[in-house]
């Protein structure tokens, strides 16, 4: 189960929605929004994780 706050949709802060109930949340997603990228067929992610592999 995540913890932490749940993001607002109406006034969402920048960088990663998910970033205040991420365990593995660093600077980067503080700051930058991650793109959706296709990591296998029929699964696409929003993270910086998959982008600095």
């Given amino acids: 189960m995540l913890e932490g706050d749940i993001p607002t949709p ?3 802060k920048g960088g990663c929605r998910l970033k205040s109930r991420c365990p593995k949340a660093f600077e980067k997603c503080e700051e930058i929004e991650p793109k959706l990228i296709e990591v296998r067929e029929n699964h ?6 998959y982008t600095n592999i």
């Fill in 10 to 12: 109406i006034n969402p």
């Fill in 44 to 49: 696409k992610v929003a993270c910086h994780l």
